[in-house]
């Protein structure tokens, strides 16, 4: 089977078993989030962001970034990556990221089930609040 998705004999199936949310994707999603951190002290010096990663096997399928109260936690949750973004205790917005293949064949990101996202645009969905405090 062909892996072209304009080829008639498309094999979508194998396709869409390797455009599944993952260890790789979840530990792509923290590289991008620790890179738009790093960025924004360069930009904002005297911010500092505390990252926080599980040290076993079944904590290493999630990561917080933290500030001053705020934080955001990205934690593997079977086929999605469930996104808690917390301003306050009152305060928690929840968003879960998947995968899925489109119609013209290409790997997307959505989140809750809607859009087609880039890992970036991810992120800076989870980060901005804990950045500016604004939900």
Same mark, same amino acid.
């Given at each position: 089977?062909?892996?072209?998705?304009?080829?008639?004999?498309?094999?979508?199936? =194998?396709?869409?078993?390797? %455009?599944? !949310?993952?260890?790789?994707?979840?530990?792509?999603?923290?590289?991008?989030?620790?890179?738009? %951190?790093?960025?924004?002290?360069?930009?904002?010096?005297?911010?500092?962001? +505390?990252?926080?990663?599980?040290?076993?096997?079944?904590?290493?399928?999630?990561? =917080? !970034?933290?500030?001053?109260?705020?934080?955001?936690?990205? +934690?593997?949750?079977?086929?999605? @990556?469930?996104?808690?973004?917390?301003?306050?205790?009152?305060? =928690?917005?929840?968003?879960?990221?998947?995968?899925?293949?489109?119609?013209?064949?290409? %790997? @997307? @990101?959505? @989140?809750?089930?809607?859009?087609?996202?880039?890992?970036?645009?991810? !992120?800076?969905?989870?980060?901005?609040?804990?950045?500016?405090? !604004?939900?």
């Amino acid at each position: 089977m062909k892996l072209n998705p304009k080829d008639h004999d498309f094999d979508w199936v =194998t396709a869409r078993q390797k %455009c599944r !949310v993952d260890m790789n994707f979840k530990n792509e999603l923290r590289s991008a989030a620790k890179q738009a %951190c790093d960025a924004w002290d360069f930009a904002y010096p005297g911010y500092h962001f +505390a990252f926080l990663d599980g040290s076993s096997p079944e904590s290493s399928k999630y990561f =917080t !970034v933290s500030r001053t109260g705020r934080s955001a936690a990205f +934690a593997l949750d079977g086929a999605s @990556i469930k996104v808690s973004v917390s301003l306050d205790p009152d305060s =928690t917005e929840v968003f879960h990221v998947t995968r899925t293949l489109s119609d013209d064949g290409r %790997c @997307i @990101i959505q @989140i809750d089930g809607k859009g087609d996202y880039l890992v970036w645009q991810v !992120v800076r969905r989870a980060l901005q609040p804990v950045m500016t405090g !604004v939900m």
